[in-house]
């Protein structure tokens, strides 16, 4: 099992260009989220979705939109970058036979818009 | 807002020493759960108690919860260099997850 997988590792915008970040994760977990970490900060919930067609806004959703294609992927989009959203992404996901509680995480993409 | 608050925001003890940080949150909580995060690296899920426990362990690590006081504790035990990682605690209310700035433990040899 790869775990929860993330693309790209590194990414760098220009401010107002767009892109999305990919999740997938071989658990067949039901939840995933989407979080960001900014330097010396935890983690800060944008969106998360408990389970195959649905989504739901976190604590920091303003400038992102996700996207819950299947039960395996949930994407993040960014339409047009801004520097306040350089910062590094992780998306998690829980929910399987036996580790409901636990959230396993990707490792995540640094981010920097210019 | 974060929920939750660690104190304190860094630790550096010897090894061997226990560590102890805490964890204070604001609304009732489904369950309350610790991560670790090497720098650079993704979060590790290490410890999760429920609203009602007050107590659980795993290996060298004890968790505690008081509901009534919104707050709960980490405590390392026989402290080693390579526990040397920032701890976050994380609320659940109903799958919202809220992290709190984390404690910076540096164990030195």
């Known amino acids: 099992n790869a775990g929860v997988t993330q693309t790209p590792k590194f990414q760098v915008l220009k401010t107002g260009q767009s892109m999305t970040l990919q999740c997938a994760q071989d658990m067949n977990h039901n939840s995933m989220y989407w979080y960001r970490q900014d330097p010396g900060m935890g983690l800060r919930l944008i969106y998360y979705?408990?389970?195959?067609?649905?989504?739901d806004k976190g604590e920091v959703p303003n400038g992102y939109n996700v996207s819950r294609l299947n039960k395996r992927e949930f994407s993040l989009r960014l339409e047009s970058a801004a520097p306040s959203q350089t910062s590094v992404y992780f998306c998690?996901?829980?929910?399987?036979?036996?580790?409901?509680?636990?959230?396993?995480f990707g490792p995540g993409t640094r981010l920097t818009v210019l | 807002s974060q929920q939750g608050e660690e104190d304190p925001q860094a630790l550096s003890i010897q090894e061997g020493e226990n560590a102890t940080m805490n964890c204070s949150y604001k609304?009732?909580?489904?369950?309350l759960q610790w991560y670790r995060q090497n720098s650079g690296r993704g979060l590790v899920h290490l410890i999760l108690i429920r609203s009602n426990e007050r107590e659980k362990h795993s290996g060298r690590l004890r968790v505690t919860l008081d509901t009534s006081k919104k707050s709960s504790s980490l405590l390392i035990t026989a402290s080693r260099a390579a526990d040397t990682a920032s701890y976050f605690c994380?609320?659940?209310?109903?799958?919202?997850?809220?992290f709190g700035a984390g404690t910076r433990l540096t164990v030195k040899p």
């Open positions: 609304t009732s909580i489904n369950n």
């Open positions: 998690a996901s829980r929910g399987g036979p036996r580790a409901w509680d636990t959230q396993y």
């Open positions: 994380a609320t659940d209310v109903n799958n919202d997850m809220r």
């Open positions: 979705s408990a389970s195959e067609g649905t989504t």
